[in-house]
């Protein structure tokens, strides 16, 4: 159901006050300096923190390791894990993007997302990649090949994506790399919303990196602050990159950790994480307030930056650099902080270090020593200015109105901040088949204008146990409106033995997608912008699951009621009363009576 | 004439109030078209719309798991304006198609098929309602009235069965298949009622010219003619879809039972809790269940075969996969045209009360179960196994006094004793 | 078959007609006793938490020392805003939770009902779980006015104290809401419907921020003021709108953790003191009994149980050595018991009656005592069926034009022959009577049943839209007129369209047949209610119209029929002492509330709780109420 689109012109946003333009110009220009590293050399890691506000820290880190086309034909992997590139190999995958999610970015006060959503996935496991393949029916096979490969390599129960929760996006996703010498891709897309990620995914996650986690920035990647973080995203995503003339072709791996930690949180030692409340003489009374007193405390909101370093927040020293780094150059620089030129950093290690300035101060780099611990040390600090964060170019959240196990509705609040450009976007829903969205039910309304958003549609409905719904639409919401996208669902009751141990917590429905047509993405390539809502959780009706004989017992008696009752009165035939007392002499009753009478007539005869 | 005037006004009332229904209460159709008493997954109006919708925006409506219903329905309610916006038109459709029906029935009535057939007089004939009384009867029942506001395509179901039955009753052989095969079109099982109807058309045919046509004759040209507009219909729909998927997707939907959506029937339950190794089997044995009251009630009751028709409307209502109110609608309406046999019936007080019974204790138990969430789906079950046993009793009970009363005409000395059967 | 032919056999018996009126009073006797064994130790059960992943006070509560301080801080911030306005109140609440980083929103919200005009202000905050995925959500309320319209100073501080102390906590596997909503009943209806999306957008705001599905609800009512107040006691209020009922473990939760690991006491149903003796369960029972049949919402926690949010309200009473540290650990606790569950609260019971806060009855035990009072209806329902079938065998069934003069002769007859026919043997008698089966006619009854049940909708409608001044009025005038209106009706129908003997039997057995269904259906929804109405109904199970000559053939004593005018008269005043108005009258007389006050809230419930128990007295109760007295008045007319 495709209806033609109007195409919008599109002017890149001019961005707030000059403190934003600032802070936002360093973050772009820190960016753009990772994609100019990119194809240079063949390993290349780095870590950028940066402090959010309600004392949060941002620490993303990616890893990129590169390896020419050829020499991954000829399966000589020098820094492209060997595992990974076979698998690769066989189910014919030619670029492939992995994610583990959890936890949810709160855009309202962290602002824009890290790589701009480029990097992350819903809820749980998501999985799309594009393969090489004849057929459809081909292209899936593979898919299934892959799928079943990476959970055993992952330890994730990726293999569960199946054909019910398998799309074909047309819209939303644009493959990454340059494919000129490969033809007739398909791309396959997959998600787990209800996959719980932990350690023993980070662990073969670590193994693929060249510094296996004991050396460089990857040496902080610590399992209990990773999934102690309010929001925490692993990616991996393998592309072919060429040169200008499609020839040089090389295959690049990245691996990225974008984490949230609370500050106050991660602070605490590991030994007595219990946040008992802290004695009355460490809490800052309002002095001000008429009831102060030694019993009674209003407690003052601490406007200063909190102080922390990097053992305390990962849990464990940072141990030197990662060898296969190359030594100078940009690519030295593997600990960026992104923070007000002010803020005091101190650098504190054995070994020699380096530090530079760069993006007019607003971010500083370290190259790091080789062979011994390094740390960075914040100070608390009272901030007279600070950074404003690049606001993001929408929000979005999705919840499901209505109560009852019957029926529902999907409400989908889209808003773009924007004053001064309107925003083009594709909505990506990939629906279970048990929950049978409703079409014609469809409204999309913006506040501002009464002009119908939708200007395409791409929707192949569900199919009971085989396929489940996909849902796309282009969708076109005016600056500084909010677009409220509604439909109804039904649930299915399903049969008893496909419900899940937990039938009564309900199923969940995998995030929905958003990918950002009109504003082109501040990494300045062809990532994309993209946006995730959280997962719903979707209460179906559950049957007895204690009895189904009793069941099958019931309604088969009820039929044999009916049936017997009915056939009862066709096959026999009527007499009256009286002449069954006649022509009684039949059946045990005849038998009786006959023996009854000889009996008499032998007593009489005596 | 009185009797036409005694229509219109039966027929203005039972318009007024549908209407009156449809625009003072402007939620209710939604409302209840949202129950699954009254609409299946194979006949919900919300899920028409849906297909209808899919079918405009050029979207096979059929690669999907939410639309089972016949192809030419769509272009049908794809030309009335849309019920969100306009539901006028749609709701005077359904109007008419419960006055078409009722107009039906009365024919039945006055057919006069019900108690002297050709081959059989009741010993009770002079008691029977009028025809007025018996359209009065469907038209103000209030199921009929629900399902009516409620939308589903049962309705056009219902109203071709009906249809049918009084073409044969009044011997039009070739108006009678074109209905019936219209209806089995729509819903498949009311196909089953071809025999009946049949021998119904002949026994009419053979009073109407006092010679009666050859037997053979009649039955190969009329199933010939069932056949070829059966199949006339299933190329239209192929011709209109562009493929066959719609087969799969309409009579094999209700053939297979894919969609587990609760229903007043008993299938939807069983199969829920059914083990998966058995499903196969046991839909082949409950299909086969429904048939086999075909032959037998045929057969035995040869001389009324209007009464088997009838009574195979009750079993239908029962023992389908996908029931609803409608079809007990349907056959609790026709029954009245054996108004002779009420005399005979023995539990018709209890069977009654059991069905009103279900009808009050249904929906409280399904709110307690789908929203309160205080009870579980045996609540609901329970009662659909009640409703259940309510009408199979009645179709019984409805049997037996018509047995009884063949059975006065054969031998009138046992007329009112005491009989037992061997 | 063979057995159900005997069956018929039985009922074609004139002795059988006999039988139901005792049947119907044993159904009724033993539905009361039934209740009454209830307290019993060998009827009722200890209460057990059936739900494994609770855990209930497992936990140690750290929610000690410098929040103590922190708390009195708060308490004193809600006692400077006590008498300031509502969007300042909501904007300072806002602040204090967005100082412990929380999202905030509020929400604005508006009801008409009677005349008088409800309007005040939610506000809200989430925490977000660092372990949750925003796909399930408890809810902690403080409501700015408890039920007793005092301010929940502590309660409210309470909150916004636990609000603070949560945010550090790293274990929330769900999201958590705080909620302080403007008042205790419509606040949390309007907040709770608003995010379910099912509000009247014109008169209440939506939610600007939502979380996931919401898996339970407590509530905390502690109106002690800024210098705070020491407790003794719990009370534990669990009644929903409409009578329905948290999940049972979840109260036993609440209460093994406040008894058990606190030691703090918990009572129920305003049961101060609490010996465990017969007398003092069977009063707590039938507390429960009235405050669940009337339905009304009796805490903040109510609204949330219709939407199958499990809910309960912890009220501190009495003077005791506990402080409010006590209920925050108590509330602690139990939220980190809340966060272990896996799945929705689906284990344990939803209809029970408590009598002590760990005995209860489940609904297995108490069900049957609400179905016997409801099957009474039927059976004689059903009797009158049979009775009025065989009324007169009047020569030709077709044809049956009774007038009284007619009938007289041929019922004196019939019911010697039939037993002298008895005599001989069942075989004869059986065909005379399947024959002499009379023509019924249903006409008329059904006409007037449905009559009588529509003319219910016309006080339901005064009495939701009356503005609150003519209340009164209004009451007063229902009531004299529902009196006096059975009487006019029977005169009607004596002076226009005498109904037969057979019609006014059938009358009488639809009313009941119809009675006894709801009645069986509400038992199942809401049992007090179905119970209470099935007693004050009983008596139309045992009145008849006495009419010359008698309808049923049964031997009647001639004192009857010399005064039966009288008889009837007294029978007519009897029933006019069960009019569902005087009976609410005189009950809001005993309890010693005002009749107006009653209505308001009902008309409160109606327009805002979505309250069904006004349809079911006035399209149940009263209809019934009303075919029975005219049923019984035809015989003063006659």
């Known amino acids: 159901m495709r209806s033609h689109c109007l195409d919008n012109s599109f002017q890149p946003s001019p961005r707030g006050c000059n403190a934003a333009m600032l802070s936002f110009l360093s973050l772009l220009f820190f960016n753009l300096l990772i994609t100019f590293t990119a194809a240079g050399q063949d390993y290349y890691e780095r870590l950028l923190l940066r402090p959010l506000p309600q004392s949060a820290l941002l620490a993303s880190f990616n890893f990129r390791s590169n390896e020419s086309s050829a020499s991954f034909d000829q399966q000589n992997f020098r820094y492209f894990p060997r595992s990974l590139g076979q698998i690769l190999q066989h189910a014919r995958t030619k670029e492939l993007h992995l994610r583990f999610s959890l936890g949810r970015w709160d855009a309202e006060s962290w602002g824009q997302r890290p790589w701009d959503g480029a990097r992350e996935g819903g809820t749980g496991v998501e999985l799309w990649a594009w393969l090489e393949a004849q057929s459809e029916e081909e292209a899936f096979s593979r898919w299934l090949t892959l799928t079943n490969a990476l959970s055993g390599l992952f330890c994730a129960s990726l293999n569960f994506i199946d054909a019910t929760k398998t799309i074909r996006p047309v819209m939303s996703f644009q493959p990454e790399g340059d494919h000129h010498n490969s033809s007739n891709l398909h791309l396959l897309h997959g998600t787990l919303p209800h996959e719980v990620v932990c350690t023993e995914n980070l662990t073969p996650f670590l193994k693929l990196l060249p510094c296996k986690g004991k050396a460089g920035v990857s040496s902080l990647l610590d399992g209990h602050k990773l999934f102690d973080a309010s929001w925490q995203t692993m990616s991996i995503d393998v592309r072919p990159v060429c040169g200008k003339d499609g020839a040089d072709c090389v295959l690049e791996m990245e691996q990225s950790v974008d984490m949230v930690l609370d500050i106050d949180r991660s602070r605490r030692p590991r030994d007595n994480p219990i946040p008992r409340p802290l004695p009355i003489e460490e809490i800052a009374c309002d002095t001000s307030k008429h009831y102060n007193a030694e019993d009674t405390c209003y407690p003052l909101h601490k406007s200063a930056e909190p102080g922390w370093n990097l053992t305390e927040i990962f849990g464990r020293p940072l141990k030197g650099a990662c060898p296969l780094t190359d030594g100078d150059g940009e690519g030295a620089n593997t600990v960026c902080i992104n923070t007000p030129p002010e803020r005091i950093i101190q650098a504190n290690t054995t070994g020699q270090y380096l530090e530079t300035w760069i993006a007019s101060d607003t971010v500083r780099c370290y190259k790091l020593p080789t062979g011994s611990d390094f740390d960075l040390n914040l100070p608390e600090q009272e901030m007279t200015t600070g950074l404003i964060l690049a606001t993001p170019p929408l929000f979005a959240a999705r919840s499901i109105n209505g109560h009852g196990q019957e029926r529902g509705s999907i409400q989908a609040i889209i808003r773009n901040p924007s004053a001064t450009d309107a925003v083009e976007f594709v909505y990506l829903e990939s629906l279970p088949w048990f929950m049978k969205p409703y079409l014609h039910t469809l409204r999309a309304r913006v506040d501002t204008t009464s002009t119908n958003p939708i200007q395409e549609t791409y929707y192949r409905p569900a199919v009971d146990r085989a396929r489940g719904t996909h849902l796309e639409l282009r969708m076109l919401i005016p600056a500084s409106s909010t677009l409220t996208l509604t439909y109804d669902f039904e649930k299915a009751i399903l049969r008893y033995t496909e419900y899940p141990p937990d039938a009564n917590r309900g199923f969940d429905v995998a995030p929905a997608v958003l990918k950002l047509l009109s504003s082109q993405s501040s990494l300045g390539d062809n990532k994309g912008v993209y946006l995730r809502t959280t997962s719903l959780l979707l209460p179906l009706p559950t049957p007895d699951f204690s009895m189904p004989y009793n069941v099958i017992i019931l309604t088969s008696t009820v039929m044999a009621l009916g049936f017997g009752n009915i056939f009862n009165l066709l096959v026999r035939r009527f007499v009256g009363a009286e002449e069954v007392m006649a022509l009684g002499a039949g059946g045990l009753r005849g038998v009786v009576a006959a023996r009854v009478a000889a009996m008499r007539t032998r007593l009489l005869g005596r | ?422 | 078959m063979s057995l159900i032919s005997a069956l018929l056999a039985l009922r074609r018996d004139p002795r059988i007609l006999k039988v139901p009126p005792y049947l119907s009073a044993l159904c009724i006797l033993v539905g009361v006793v039934w209740l009454l064994v209830l307290p019993l130790n060998e009827y009722s059960r200890n209460t057990y938490v059936s739900e494994n992943a609770l855990l209930p006070g497992q936990v140690h509560t750290y929610f000690t020392g410098s929040e103590h301080n922190i708390f009195r801080a708060y308490r004193h911030e809600v006692a400077a805003l006590a008498d300031s306005p509502v969007h300042e109140r909501t904007q300072r609440l806002g602040d204090i939770f967005r100082s412990s980083n929380l999202k905030v929103a509020t929400q604005k919200y508006e009801y008409h009902s009677s005349g008088r005009n409800i309007s005040n202000q939610n506000v809200y905050a989430i925490l977000h779980g660092p372990r949750a995925d925003a796909t399930e959500a408890i809810v902690l309320i403080a409501a700015w006015r408890n039920m007793a319209g005092e301010v929940n100073h502590s309660g409210v501080a309470l909150v916004l104290t636990l609000a603070r102390y949560f945010k550090r906590w790293s274990l929330w596997s769900k999201d958590i809401i705080f909620l302080i909503s403007g008042d205790s009943t419509s606040g949390p209806q309007a907040w709770v419907d608003a995010y379910h999306d099912s509000h009247s957008p014109e008169s209440i705001e939506p939610l600007s921020i939502k979380s996931g599905a919401l898996q339970g609800a407590v509530a905390v009512d502690y109106p002690a003021g800024p210098w705070g107040h020491r407790y003794d006691k719990l009370h534990v209020v669990y009644d929903g709108v409409n009578g329905q009922l948290p999940n049972l473990d979840l109260f036993n939760t609440a209460v093994s953790i406040a008894s058990g690991q606190m030691g703090i006491g918990c009572t129920l149903q305003r049961m101060w003191k609490h010996d465990d003796s017969y007398q003092e369960r069977l009063q707590t029972m039938l507390r429960g009994m009235i405050s669940q049949g009337l339905g009304h919402a009796s805490g903040p926690h109510s609204s949330f149980i219709p939407y199958h949010v499990d809910a309960i309200t912890l009220q501190t009473v009495g003077d005791g050595w506990h402080d409010e540290m006590s209920l925050g650990r108590t509330v602690e606790s139990l939220f980190r018991s809340l966060n272990n569950l896996l799945e929705h609260l689906h284990q344990s019971f939803f209809f029970y009656l408590l009598m002590q806060a760990n005995r209860f009855v489940s609904i297995g035990t108490y069900l049957p005592s609400a179905m016997l009072v409801a099957v009474n209806f039927s059976i004689t329902s059903i009797a009158l069926w049979v009775q009025s079938g065989r009324g007169a065998s009047v020569p030709n069934p077709a044809s049956t034009t009774p007038n009284t003069a007619s009938d007289s002769k041929p019922k004196a007859s019939t019911p010697d022959m039939t037993l002298a026919r008895t005599a001989t043997g069942a075989a004869t008698l059986i065909p005379t009577a399947s024959l002499a089966i009379t023509e019924r006619h249903l006409f008329l009854p059904l006409a007037f049943i449905l009559t009588s049940h529509f003319l219910g909708l016309l006080p339901l409608y005064i009495f939701n839209k009356t503005p609150e001044p003519y209340l009164r009025l209004a009451f007063d005038t229902t009531t004299v007129v529902t009196t006096l209106l059975p009487l006019a009706t029977a005169l009607l129908f004596s002076k226009f369209r005498r109904p037969t003997s057979q019609e006014t039997i059938l009358m009488q057995c639809f009313s009941l047949l119809l009675l006894g269904m709801f009645l069986s259906a509400l038992a199942t929804l809401n049992f007090s209610l179905s119970f209470l109405v099935g007693i004050f109904a009983s008596p139309l199970t045992f009145v008849r119209c006495i009419s010359p000559p008698p309808p049923n053939s049964t031997s009647v004593p001639g004192l009857v029929m010399r005064n039966r005018k009288a008889i009837s008269g007294a029978v007519v005043g009897l029933l006019v002492l069960l009019n569902p108005l005087v009976v609410i009258r005189a009950a809001t007389f005993y309890w010693g509330k005002d009749v107006v006050d009653v209505l308001v809230q009902a008309a409160e419930g109606w327009h805002v709780w979505g309250l069904w128990t006004q349809v079911v007295i006035w399209l149940v109760w009263w209809p019934a109420w009303f075919a029975g007295s005219v049923v019984v008045a035809g015989g003063l007319f006659s």
């Open chain 2, 1 to 422: 004439m009185p009797i036409d005037q005694q229509k219109a006004l039966l027929f203005g009332a039972a318009a007024a109030v549908r209407l009156l229904l449809f625009t003072a209460f402007p939620s209710l159709p939604n409302l209840l078209t949202g129950r699954v008493e009254i609409s299946t997954p194979v006949t919900s109006f919300k899920r028409l719309q849906e297909g209808v919708f899919l079918y405009t925006h050029n979207v096979s409506p059929y690669d999907g798991g939410v639309f089972h219903q016949a192809p030419l329905l769509l272009p049908l309610f794809s030309l009335l304006p849309n019920p969100a916006y306009y539901p006028f038109a749609t709701n005077l459709l359904y109007t008419i198609v419960d006055l078409l029906g009722a107009n039906a029935l009365m024919h039945i009535a006055e057919s006069g098929q019900s108690a002297t057939p050709r081959l059989f007089k009741s010993s009770r004939k002079e008691l029977r309602w009028s025809s007025i009384a018996i359209g009065a009867g469907f038209l103000f029942n209030p199921f009929t009235i629900t399902t009516c506001i409620a939308r589903p395509t049962s309705a056009l179901t219902n109203l071709f069965i009906l249809l049918a039955m009084a073409k044969a009753s009044q011997g039009a052989g070739s108006t009678f298949v074109l209905a019936l095969s219209v209806a089995s079109y729509l819903a498949m099982h009311p196909i089953l009622l071809f025999p009946p109807l049949l021998v119904l058309c002949y026994d009419v045919r053979a009073t109407k010219s006092k010679s009666a046509p050859n037997p053979l004759a009649f039955t190969a040209f009329h199933v010939l003619s069932l056949v070829v507009a059966l199949g006339g219909l299933l190329y239209l729909s192929a011709l209109l879809t562009g493929s066959w998927e719609f087969l799969g997707a309409t009579y094999g939907v209700r053939l297979l039972l894919p969609d587990l959506t609760p229903n007043v029937g008993l299938w939807w339950y069983f199969f829920t809790e059914m083990f998966d190794s058995f499903r196969e089997f046991f839909l082949g044995v409950f299909w086969l269940h429904v048939v086999s009251y075909v032959p037998g009630l045929t057969i035995r009751l040869r001389k009324q075969p209007l009464f088997v028709a009838v009574t195979l409307t009750g079993i239908f209502a029962v023992f389908t996969p996908y029931p609803s109110i409608a079809d007990g609608t349907l056959y609790l309406s026709l029954v009245p045209l054996f108004r002779h046999l009420f005399p005979l019936m023995r539990y018709t007080f209890l069977a009654s009360s059991t069905i009103l019974y279900a009808s009050f204790i249904g929906p409280a138990f399904y709110y307690l179960w789908i929203y309160a969430g205080s009870g579980n789906a045996n609540f609901f079950y329970a009662i659909t196994l009640v409703w259940s046993l309510g009408l199979s009793v009645i179709v019984g009970d409805s049997l037996y006094a018509a047995l009884r009363d063949e059975l006065d005409v054969e031998r009138p000395e046992l007329r009112g004793k005491e009989v037992k059967r061997i």
